[in-house]
């Protein structure tokens, strides 16, 4: 049986473009018969490259790290138009950053940006320092806002965050190569998938500047209550999607005095 032939046994959907991935990447016949094993026992393909491909950027993806999914090019893109027109540089902060990658592709698209970014994982901390070295980027470990400096309290000009959303109960039903292969920490929202999403708006608010802007990626059907959400915590959301990316975002505006 050829790779594809078994890759595509496997439920690879896109067989042919990961064989030649995969055969890019072995330095010899045994390599490549041990990444090809890999990943028909279920390895996503970004962990065995050791790279996601997001938003034209090559991103380093280590064993163990949230995967960057194309959907979330939607909060790349809003984040790139809200900071045009923005004072240069302005600063965006990415929580619950993983690999850095939303942080990297709005770096690359909006210009000049002074950056920071948080994660609780060493690991996610490790790549998105890599990931980030390119624009200067400033990568924090620890909760949410926690590890933040002080010196950028109210002026966070864009806070982005692809906080984890998908509801405790429904864990069990993602893909194996999600829920065996990625942290559930990156992945479990709780309850109704929330409350991660919760904390962030409830945190984001003092670190924005006037007129400042959170931008966090959720489902379409949890969109009315992640906007109730940031209302409650003294935003302007809008609910932008994209049917192309499959995608649904909130966004929340800091109003011109402090909450």
């Known amino acids: 049986m050829s790779i594809v032939e078994r890759l595509r046994a496997a439920g690879c959907v896109f067989a042919e473009d990961e064989a030649r991935l995969l055969t890019a990447a072995a330095?010899?016949?045994?390599?490549?018969?041990?990444?090809?094993?890999?990943?028909?026992?279920?390895?996503?393909?970004?962990?065995?490259?050791?790279?996601?491909?997001?938003?034209?950027?090559?991103?380093?993806?280590?064993?163990?790290?949230?995967?960057?999914?194309?959907?979330?090019?939607?909060?790349?893109?809003?984040?790139?138009?809200?900071?045009?027109?923005?004072?240069?540089?302005?600063?965006?902060?990415?929580?619950?950053?993983?690999?850095?990658?939303?942080?990297?592709?709005?770096?690359?698209?909006?210009?000049?940006?002074?950056?920071?970014?948080?994660?609780?994982?060493?690991?996610?901390?490790?790549?998105?320092?890599?990931?980030?070295?390119?624009?200067?980027?400033?990568?924090?470990?620890?909760?949410?806002?926690?590890?933040?400096?002080?010196?950028?309290?109210?002026?966070?000009?864009?806070?982005?965050?692809?906080?984890?959303?998908?509801?405790?109960?429904?864990?069990?039903?993602?893909?194996?190569?999600?829920?065996d292969h990625e942290p559930r920490a990156a992945l479990d929202g709780g309850a109704d998938g929330l409350d991660v999403l919760r904390r962030v708006a409830a945190a984001a608010p003092t670190w924005l500047a006037p007129g400042g802007h959170l931008l966090v990626e959720t489902s379409d059907r949890q969109a009315p209550a992640a906007a109730a959400a940031f209302a409650a915590a003294g935003l302007t959301p809008r609910v932008v999607t994209d049917d192309t990316l499959a995608a649904t975002a909130v966004v929340g505006t800091r109003g011109p005095t402090p909450p």
């Open 27 to 179: 330095d010899a016949p045994a390599d490549l018969a041990a990444l090809v094993a890999r990943r028909v026992a279920g390895e996503p393909l970004e962990h065995l490259l050791g790279w996601a491909e997001f938003c034209g950027l090559r991103i380093a993806v280590d064993p163990g790290v949230f995967v960057p999914r194309r959907r979330t090019a939607l909060l790349v893109r809003e984040a790139v138009t809200l900071l045009a027109g923005r004072p240069s540089p302005p600063t965006v902060v990415d929580m619950c950053c993983g690999s850095g990658a939303l942080a990297a592709a709005v770096a690359a698209a909006a210009g000049p940006v002074t950056v920071h970014a948080t994660d609780a994982d060493p690991a996610a901390v490790r790549c998105a320092r890599r990931n980030l070295a390119p624009a200067g980027g400033h990568v924090h470990q620890g909760d949410l806002d926690a590890p933040l400096p002080e010196s950028l309290r109210g002026r966070v000009d864009v806070m982005v965050a692809n906080v984890p959303y998908v509801p405790t109960a429904a864990l069990a039903h993602l893909p194996p190569e999600a829920r």
